[in-house]
């Protein structure tokens, strides 16, 4: 067992680090404010390799391990606090990686080149205005047409809706198949028939979350990914991979926040001495250090296991792989979340001001406890099923 990075892992790490400083902290109040992720921040992400960055080199990506784009992911939430320029990341890493694995050659060639250079966006498309964790009992359908799918029904809460609209790109689409299964489809959403709403939500204003919907929609068989009928499973193994990374971006938030903290309590007084000196605020640290340094650990095994087995299509696994990373989509927000809040309780009244910044966190993280790649619950579920057995799922 070696836990130390390598040196090309933390020569990456150090350039992705200065990135976040330099770029991602400069932009992450225009990003909040004006509800986008600007070219002066996609730009060198793209230059950097950090736009889809497990995708081959021959596509346009670097070909990254689910290791080196944990630690990519943890920076990027230290980096932009907001999260938002973490979820562009994560849904791309995790999506390209799903559509440079089991897509088309021609639909490679054709979209992730330009997620990888910023010039197009990529995400997924599977809740639905009736839910999002009971995706069984989704109501979008696919049928055959000839060459290509037939597309009805709507999806709610996605992220990147109005980017793939004015970049370009699209969404992995999970719909029933009408022949049994489900299919997962590439849907540019620019095709015809495809119309988009915008939702207002209260953090990570830099990315949008919207609706689709979908009007007896064609979408080419170039687009499938995978086999026919067999979606579900490439959309459990991209869940998977981005799962890590919201953890790996929780991660990186949460000690961006102790950060903060602790420069804060070296120097506030109060009743004559730093806060750091007193034993309420210490142990606090203490605590909160110990509870995200177990989870980084977790979330870099997590993505060690993915290296290891499930991205080499090694399923022996498998259970040891859901285990890892439902453990840490469950820990990690909550983590963060209370890393936050707690550092917002430190700075007393002036951490509930912009000023401070903290709150930037407090509205991001939040939709990774709410639901973004999945809820709490749904992880709490997912260990059951694992260390219970499937007849204990609480469903059918
Ligand atoms: C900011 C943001 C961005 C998002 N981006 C995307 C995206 O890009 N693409 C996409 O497809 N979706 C996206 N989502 C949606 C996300 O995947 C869903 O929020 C999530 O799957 C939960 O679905 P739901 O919100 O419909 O809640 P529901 O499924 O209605 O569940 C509501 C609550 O009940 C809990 N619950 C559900 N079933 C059970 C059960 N059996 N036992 C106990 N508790 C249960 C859930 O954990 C949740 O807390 C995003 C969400 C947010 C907040």
Not at 213 to 226: A, H
Not at 232 to 251: H, L, P, W
Not at 278 to 306: M, N, P, S
């Amino acid at each position: 067992m070696d836990f130390r990075l390598t040196d090309e892992e933390e020569a990456f790490q150090s350039a992705v680090r200065r990135f976040g400083d330099k770029v991602l902290r400069t932009h992450e109040r225009t990003i909040d404010a004006e509800g986008r992720i600007p070219p002066e921040v996609l730009k060198p992400m793209a230059e950097l390799g950090l736009l889809a960055m497990p995708v081959p080199a021959e596509y346009g990506g670097m070909g990254a391990s689910a290791a080196l784009t944990e630690l990519a992911a943890e920076e990027v939430g230290r980096g932009d606090f907001s999260m938002a320029t973490a979820v562009f990341f994560l849904l791309e890493a995790g999506w390209g990686y799903i559509l440079s694995r089991y897509g088309t050659e021609e639909a490679k060639r054709e979209v992730l080149p330009a997620v990888c250079g910023g010039k197009a966006f990529l995400g997924i498309a599977s809740t639905e205005p009736t839910g999002g964790s009971d995706l069984a009992g989704m109501r979008t359908t696919s049928r055959r047409d000839g060459a290509s799918f037939r597309l009805r029904g709507e999806k709610a809460f996605v992220s990147g809706v109005e980017e793939a609209k004015s970049l370009g790109g699209g969404h992995l689409t999970l719909s029933k198949s009408d022949t049994g299964g489900f299919n997962f489809l590439y849907v540019p959403t620019q095709s015809e028939g495809v119309a988009t709403q915008r939702f207002h939500n209260m953090g990570r204003m830099g990315i949008s979350t919207g609706g689709l919907t979908y009007q007896d929609v064609r979408v080419p068989e170039k687009y499938l990914v995978g086999a026919e009928g067999k979606g579900f499973e490439y959309a459990m193994e991209g869940f998977s991979v981005a799962r890590t990374y919201v953890s790996a971006a929780c991660v990186g938030a949460a000690e961006r926040a102790l950060e903060t903290g602790i420069a804060y309590i070296k120097e506030r007084k109060a009743f004559g001495q730093p806060l750091g000196k007193f034993e309420g605020i210490q142990f606090e640290l203490a605590d909160l250090y110990t509870q995200v340094e177990a989870v980084k650990w977790q979330c870099r095994r997590a993505a060690w296991l993915l290296d290891t087995y499930t991205l080499k299509g090694d399923r022996s696994h498998r259970s040891e792989v859901d285990r890892a990373v439902a453990s840490v989509k469950l820990t990690a927000p909550q983590i963060a979340f209370e890393s936050v809040k707690r550092v917002m309780m430190w700075f007393g009244a002036a951490g509930y001001t912009k000023d401070v910044g903290l709150e930037l966190g407090f509205r991001g993280i939040m939709s990774y406890l709410v639901g973004a790649e999945g809820g709490l619950n749904i992880m709490r579920i997912i260990l059951g099923r694992e260390l219970l057995g499937k007849e204990f799922l609480p469903y059918k």
